[in-house]
């Protein structure tokens, strides 16, 4: 069962195909951040609900939380025996990602007490190669901050001889973005082949064995020109893209 306990829909960045940024009410209603009585109480809902993918995002950054670490490391630490989740997974943006977080995280990844892949991915959505690019397609110019963010987390994770969090590093191929895909790959691929990792080139959602550059699809209003897109992106770097069905769902 895949759980999302949304702990903000606030961004910090408005990327163009994202409805987050499409609206100054994402939900319907002011944008605001969860409390941490409402996170406690959450959590210990999940008691009894099997196996639980638990992740702490839906439209918004999650890091953006005031208390983001905190509410993390409260759930490892309540989560003994993997009793309220099996698996967790950030997704983020990575434009606040500190190395005390980044260290912190993987850390957490080692919690005792429950299955060593509890802490399974971080979803780093990074959606373009080149500066210009980065800044039409997230509304932000912010291509640097995040490049030296991530990079920094995969070499930290190294450092502390740490096999999780695995990393999935997302592009959303689109008409800004389709043409760099290539040089996308090669960037990431050769920094992860440089730190010895196991790495998977995918068009669909990643594994969670090993790190994963994913080449993920475009939903929109013309939704045969993304797939069309997507499918040459996808052959630009030798793997096939999914086969939609024909409600365009993969």
């Given at each position: 069962?895949?759980?999302n306990?949304e702990?903000?829909?606030?961004?910090?960045?408005?990327?163009?195909?994202?409805?987050?940024?499409?609206?100054?009410?994402?939900?319907?209603?002011?944008?605001?951040?969860?409390?941490?009585?409402?996170?406690?109480?959450?959590?210990q809902?999940?008691?009894?609900?099997?196996?639980?993918?638990?992740?702490?995002?839906?439209?918004?950054?999650?890091?953006?939380?005031?208390?983001?670490?905190a509410?993390?490391?409260?759930?490892?630490?309540?989560?003994r025996?993997?009793?309220l989740?099996?698996t967790?997974?950030?997704?983020?943006?990575?434009?606040i990602?500190?190395?005390?977080?980044?260290?912190r995280?993987?850390?957490l990844a080692?919690?005792?007490?429950?299955?060593?892949?509890?802490?399974?991915?971080?979803?780093?959505?990074?959606?373009?190669?080149?500066?210009?690019?980065?800044?039409?397609?997230?509304?932000?110019?912010k291509?640097?901050?995040?490049?030296?963010?991530?990079?920094?987390f995969?070499?930290?994770?190294?450092?502390?001889?740490?096999?999780?969090?695995?990393?999935?590093?997302?592009?959303?191929?689109?008409?800004?973005?389709?043409?760099?895909?290539?040089?996308?790959?090669?960037?990431?691929?050769?920094?992860?082949?440089?730190l010895?990792?196991?790495?998977?080139?995918?068009?669909?959602?990643?594994?969670?064995?090993?790190?994963?550059?994913?080449?993920r699809r475009?939903?929109s209003?013309?939704?045969?020109?993304?797939?069309?897109?997507?499918?040459s992106?996808?052959?630009?770097?030798?793997?096939?893209?999914?086969?939609?069905?024909?409600?365009?769902?993969?």
């Amino acid at each position: 069962m895949n759980v999302n306990l949304e702990l903000t829909d606030h961004c910090n960045i408005r990327c163009r195909m994202c409805s987050q940024s499409m609206r100054d009410d994402a939900h319907g209603g002011p944008k605001k951040f969860m409390s941490f009585d409402t996170w406690r109480r959450s959590l210990q809902g999940l008691r009894g609900m099997g196996e639980v993918a638990l992740c702490p995002h839906w439209l918004g950054e999650p890091t953006l939380h005031p208390r983001f670490d905190a509410f993390v490391e409260y759930a490892f630490a309540v989560n003994r025996s993997n009793e309220l989740f099996r698996t967790f997974k950030v997704h983020t943006n990575a434009v606040i990602l500190s190395p005390e977080r980044a260290a912190r995280l993987v850390r957490l990844a080692a919690s005792p007490g429950q299955a060593p892949d509890t802490f399974t991915a971080i979803h780093f959505s990074i959606d373009a190669f080149h500066p210009a690019t980065y800044a039409v397609v997230k509304g932000a110019d912010k291509h640097a901050l995040v490049y030296k963010n991530v990079e920094r987390f995969l070499t930290i994770r190294k450092e502390l001889g740490a096999e999780r969090p695995v990393a999935h590093l997302a592009i959303v191929v689109q008409d800004e973005n389709w043409r760099e895909v290539g040089a996308f790959v090669k960037h990431w691929g050769g920094l992860l082949d440089r730190l010895g990792r196991r790495w998977n080139l995918t068009a669909d959602w990643p594994p969670f064995d090993a790190d994963a550059i994913y080449l993920r699809r475009l939903n929109s209003g013309d939704q045969a020109r993304s797939d069309a897109l997507h499918a040459s992106a996808c052959r630009g770097v030798g793997i096939v893209a999914p086969t939609t069905r024909p409600d365009g769902s993969f």
